[in-house]
């Protein structure tokens, strides 16, 4: 755990002034670099050179830098997140690179989520699903006692598994169809399993699936790069069952 | 001038049913010809925009992120406090208040405080009905744990994302709003200023984030629920957008700012490992219902695996000290305790400032697959910080900014001193005191987002006529001017330094003077210090890019400018708070065994600073604290 070696690194670097402009790769040299500096870090570095020598820094979307707000999106070697289990970039560390790489970076590309600039994309297009039924229609205030209704253990485990989803993009990032299947299914799926969820089971996955299209997301052809991308292991079974889930409302 | 919260009296129990029987009544035809300002989303803002928007009222809802579900709330690990008692261990809304006005070290109000411990049985009602998939035991009834500052298990929690789930509870219901018309939602916009006409809050001016546009909004109230400040120290557990600035914006328009000095550092966060390091990443409280605090008690130990020294030979030195609370003894006491440690040269780790949470006992008592179940995502994410494994060797942990319990002035309404300008959530000062409990703000933020400003506002909005101001007044027409001159005198300066050095010189000096120890000299220190950095960031900073696009540069600029000003406020505050009391800690006051002495013969008020102009004092006001149902005492956890 020695903070003495440091690496030097090459970056290739997406850089776009807007969402109509056309884009390029850029080269960039990271010095400096520990094992302990994260991978936003790392970019921190370069862009405070950057700056100081009067050029524009990256920009790059980030905020709780703790893998859990959902807002770094960067693909790392053509990887999503960057390629550790259950990993955000931000949650990425140097120590996984060694001196003297080279790392491509670009945004999510996906139709769906338009650049804004550099590595910021556009995606509000997850609001636009959730919108759609993504929620159980409680007023507030009026509702029964949290122990009114018991919740099997299991039920409750299965939801959370599904809720752990951070909204991050990388699933229709990584997918060949950009499909936004593993996060509406995360959704649909969290809901279906509790009772709560159950009255309005039926309308919601029917509205989220269509929404999904409207918005420019492909279909799931199983391919499964968005459960090896997302970095809450967000499981492919969920989508499984939002399949269940539309064909019982398609009977109902 | 003596301020009044104008909190209801009589016995307290009956206090808030009471209040919202009186409060005038928006007739529910009316609600949709009145427009609401929410600025943020995280909790409090966004349970509070879903729920006006249900109840007809037009809001419009503004965060700086690209999502409401990414507030910073999000964060939140351990849990949510509520006085439900399912365990049938004595608690109660008696004990929750009690709890939490001690904890608070006595420096809150009651009838607000007691508000909260009421509501939060509701909390938990309505996080469940909206599918918040809380833990739950083999029976299916919900599970609850243990916090610091407590002696009932009253914590209800989601593994370790309670705050995430809470969120994306608040987050559907405000989708549910905006699918409904009833909210409109602008994503990555940032407020600026606010704008004040003739004394009452009317609307606020925000850049576009993404455009670079520069904005307007009139409304006929405006709310902030924009979250805390302590980024002022630079190195916090807040994410990197967490600033000072709405509220501030809104302090020089003339809200008063209450208790800044309050702040509170969190005991265990992964230590920092170096200057590069741009935040610091917490470890849960809930870690020390079956985590062990200890350092070595022999200098000699400190080079040595922590395995290798027995356990005669450990200082388990929360349990030594505050044998009825233990490990979880309140935050402040418990930072203060670590650091303490350190101080006597027996801090492990890197630069010695580091105590270890040890799990060993519990893994041997519950196994290693319980541990994994309660805690499984937090050693995971400890494991991808430090590299190390909190199963098999203890974490290494170390008190770092967290939380802040002061905030603009609001009274019992959740009103501020301008009227139509209200304040929710970790923004503004009102029931944590000088130190806030654990798994108690995400119980405030919902409680003032769903069960309070919901009737509070309407007592407001009854009284004045909807849609009096556009922003065809020329008030927003020169709050514009002013936020598109700040920033171009932003980017015109070109100098040297960038606004990062900036930052990190002024959070190592709040760090250094204003942290968790203060002194009167060290306090003078920064009051000489930062108004001469902050002389220097206007005369050399370097802003790179235009205002016209996407410029983060530019964003945390803006950023640091407001902190330079605030963290002047903070220090002003602790210097003139010649007492110690929760999370201030002023070295000149305190027992013979360290603890902290408070002064309630001179002390017992919240200070509300005003604004009186650049470079003029800005002016103290008071507001006297009564405790009618709770002994003012000194704060015990021995
Ligand atoms: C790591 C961590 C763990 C925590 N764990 C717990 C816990 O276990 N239990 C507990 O009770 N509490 C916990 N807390 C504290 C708690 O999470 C926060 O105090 C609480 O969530 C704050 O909620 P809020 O709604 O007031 O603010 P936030 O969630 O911070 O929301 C602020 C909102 O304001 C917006 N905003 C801010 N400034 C502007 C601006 N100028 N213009 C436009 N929008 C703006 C943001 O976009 C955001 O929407 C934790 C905090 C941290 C940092
Ligand atoms: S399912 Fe996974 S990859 Fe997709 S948005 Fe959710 S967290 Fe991100
Ligand atoms: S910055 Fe929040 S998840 Fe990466």
């Given at each position: 755990m020695s903070d003495h070696k440091t690496m030097t690194l090459t970056l290739i670097v997406w850089r776009q002034k807007g969402p109509n402009a056309p884009g390029k790769f850029e080269t960039y040299t990271a010095k400096g670099i520990t094992e302990h500096h994260s991978f936003l870090e790392m970019l921190d570095v370069v862009n405070e050179d950057l700056i100081k020598?009067?050029?524009?820094?990256?920009?790059?979307?980030?905020?709780?830098?703790?893998?859990?707000?959902?807002?770094?999106?960067?693909?790392?070697?053509?990887?999503?997140?960057?390629?550790?289990?259950?990993?955000?970039?931000?949650?990425?560390?140097?120590?996984?690179?060694?001196?003297?790489?080279?790392i491509y970076i670009e945004p999510w590309r996906a139709k769906a989520f338009p650049i804004h600039k550099d590595l910021v994309v556009d995606r509000s297009a997850y609001d636009t699903i959730i919108q759609a039924g993504g929620y159980t229609s409680c007023h507030t205030g009026g509702v029964p006692d949290g122990n009114a209704v018991l919740i099997p253990k299991p039920d409750a485990d299965y939801a959370m598994d599904a809720a752990e989803c951070i909204g991050c993009g990388a699933c229709a990032a990584?997918?060949?169809?950009?499909?936004?299947?593993?996060?509406?299914?995360?959704?649909?799926?969290?809901?279906?399993?509790?009772?709560?969820?159950?009255?309005?089971?039926?309308?919601?996955?029917?509205?989220?699936?269509?929404?999904?299209?409207?918005?420019?997301?492909?279909?799931?052809?199983?391919?499964?790069?968005?459960?090896?991308?997302?970095?809450k292991g967000v499981n492919v079974k969920f989508i499984a069952k939002l399949n269940r889930e539309y064909l019982k409302s398609l009977a109902s | 001038m003596i301020l009044d919260g104008k909190c209801p009296t009589g016995p307290i129990e009956k206090t808030w049913d009471k209040h919202r029987f009186d409060l005038k009544l928006v007739n529910p035809a009316n609600k949709r010809k009145y427009t609401v300002i929410m600025v943020g989303t995280g909790l409090a803002g966004g349970a509070a925009a879903a729920s006006l928007g249900e109840l007809g009222y037009n809001v419009m809802a503004f965060c700086y992120q690209d999502s409401p579900r990414r507030a910073h709330s999000i964060a939140a690990q351990g849990g949510i406090?509520?006085?439900?008692?399912?365990?049938?261990?004595?608690?109660?809304?008696?004990?929750?208040?009690?709890?939490?006005?001690?904890?608070?070290?006595?420096?809150?109000?009651?009838?607000?405080?007691?508000?909260?411990?009421?509501?939060?049985?509701?909390?938990?009602?309505?996080?469940?009905?909206?599918?918040?998939?809380?833990?739950?035991?083999?029976?299916?009834?919900?599970?609850?744990?243990?916090?610091?500052?407590?002696?009932?298990?009253?914590?209800?929690?989601?593994?370790?994302?309670?705050?995430?789930?809470?969120?994306?509870?608040?987050?559907?219901?405000?989708?549910?709003?905006?699918?409904?018309?009833t909210v409109k939602m602008y994503n990555r916009r940032e407020m600026l200023d606010?704008?004040?006409?003739?004394?009452?809050?009317?609307?606020?001016?925000?850049?576009?984030?993404?455009?670079?546009?520069?904005?307007?909004?009139?409304?006929?109230?405006?709310?902030?629920?924009?979250?805390?400040?302590?980024?002022?120290?630079?190195?916090?557990?807040?994410?990197?957008?967490?600033?000072?600035?709405?509220?501030?914006?809104?302090?020089?328009?003339?809200?008063?700012?209450?208790?800044?000095?309050?702040?509170?550092?969190?005991?265990?966060?992964?230590?920092?490992a170096g200057d590069y390091q741009s935040k610091l990443t917490l470890m849960s409280e809930s870690l020390r219902n079956d985590g062990r605090c200890w350092v070595p008690k022999k200098k000699e130990d400190l080079g040595k695996h922590p395995s290798?020294?027995?356990?005669?030979?450990?200082?388990?030195?929360?349990?030594?000290?505050?044998?009825?609370?233990?490990?979880?003894?309140?935050?402040?006491?418990?930072?203060?305790?670590?650091?303490?440690?350190?101080?006597?040269?027996?801090g492990v780790g890197p630069g010695g400032r580091g105590v270890y949470l040890d799990f060993s006992d519990s893994i041997k008592r519950l196994g290693e697959s319980t541990i994994r179940e309660r805690y499984g995502n937090l050693f995971e994410m400890y494991e991808k910080i430090t590299d190390e494994n909190g199963y098999k060797r203890p974490m290494r942990m170390y008190p770092a900014p967290h939380y802040s319990m002061g905030g603009l002035w609001v009274d019992y309404n959740l009103q501020s001193n301008i009227p139509g300008l209200f304040v929710l959530g970790e923004a503004n000062f009102s029931v944590h005191g000088a130190n806030r409990l654990g798994a108690s703000a995400l119980m405030q933020g919902l409680a003032d987002g769903y069960f309070v400003i919901p009737y509070?506002?309407?007592?407001?909005?009854?009284?004045?006529?909807?849609?009096?101001?556009?922003?065809?007044?020329?008030?927003?027409?020169?709050?514009?001017?002013?936020?598109?001159?700040?920033?171009?005198?932003?980017?015109?300066?070109?100098?040297?330094?960038?606004?990062?050095?900036?930052?990190?010189?002024?959070?190592?000096?709040?760090?250094?003077?204003?942290?968790?120890?203060?002194?009167?000299?060290?306090?003078?220190?920064?009051?000489?210090?930062?108004?001469?950095?902050?002389?220097?960031?206007?005369?050399?900073?370097?802003?790179?890019?235009?205002?016209?696009?996407?410029?983060?540069d530019l964003e945390n600029a803006g950023r640091t400018a407001d902190f330079l000003e605030f963290g002047e406020l903070l220090c002003r505050d602790a210097h003139h708070r010649e007492e110690s009391c929760g999370g201030h800690f002023r070295v000149e006051h305190q027992y013979e065994d360290g603890e902290a002495m408070r002064d309630d013969a001179n002390f017992c008020y919240v200070g509300a600073w005003e604004y009186k102009g650049d470079g003029k004092e800005p002016e103290l006001h008071k507001e006297p604290l009564k405790f009618e149902n709770v002994h003012l005492a000194v704060r015990s956890y021995k």
């Open positions: 020598s009067g050029k524009e820094p990256i920009v790059f979307d980030h905020d709780c830098r703790e893998g859990i707000c959902g807002m770094c999106s960067q693909v790392i070697n053509g990887v999503p997140h960057g390629g550790q289990e259950r990993t955000t970039v931000c949650q990425l560390h140097m120590r996984k690179f060694k001196d003297g790489d080279t990584a997918c060949p169809n950009s499909s936004a299947m593993l996060f509406t299914s995360a959704k649909v799926a969290q809901l279906a399993a509790l009772p709560q969820g159950k009255a309005e089971a039926a309308e919601r996955v029917k509205n989220m699936l269509e929404t999904m299209q409207e918005c420019g997301f492909g279909n799931c052809s199983n391919h499964y790069e968005c459960q090896a991308a997302c970095p | 406090n509520a006085a439900k008692n399912y365990p049938n261990d004595g608690d109660s809304i008696y004990r929750l208040f009690y709890d939490t006005i001690k904890g608070g070290d006595f420096r809150a109000r009651e009838a607000d405080v007691w508000r909260l411990a009421q509501v939060s049985n509701n909390i938990i009602d309505q996080c469940v009905a909206q599918g918040v998939p809380f833990a739950r035991d083999y029976s299916g009834y919900l599970d609850n744990r243990s916090f610091g500052g407590a002696q009932v298990s009253r914590t209800f929690y989601a593994r370790g994302q309670t705050g995430q789930q809470l969120l994306l509870g608040a987050y559907s219901a405000l989708s549910r709003q905006i699918k409904a018309g606010l704008v004040v006409v003739d004394g009452v809050a009317k609307g606020i001016t925000c850049r576009n984030l993404i455009t670079g546009e520069i904005e307007s909004y009139a409304a006929d109230a405006v709310c902030l629920a924009t979250g805390g400040y302590v980024n002022v120290f630079y190195l916090s557990t807040n994410a990197m957008g967490c600033s000072v600035t709405a509220n501030w914006k809104a302090y020089k328009k003339g809200a008063f700012f209450a208790n800044p000095c309050y702040t509170q550092i969190h005991p265990t966060c992964i230590p920092q290798e020294i027995p356990d005669e030979d450990r200082d388990y030195y929360l349990e030594r000290k505050y044998p009825s609370f233990g490990n979880l003894a309140p935050r402040d006491i418990a930072s203060r305790a670590a650091k303490e440690q350190c101080d006597d040269g027996r509070t506002i309407g007592g407001y909005l009854a009284t004045v006529k909807p849609g009096t101001v556009t922003t065809a007044n020329p008030e927003f027409k020169k709050s514009v001017e002013d936020v598109n001159g700040y920033a171009n005198k932003l980017l015109s300066i070109n100098g040297k330094k960038t606004v990062a050095e900036f930052m990190r010189e002024l959070g190592g000096l709040m760090w250094e003077n204003c942290g968790m120890a203060r002194s009167k000299e060290s306090l003078e220190t920064n009051l000489k210090k930062i108004p001469a950095l902050r002389e220097e960031f206007w005369k050399n900073v370097k802003v790179t890019g235009t205002g016209a696009e996407l410029n983060q």
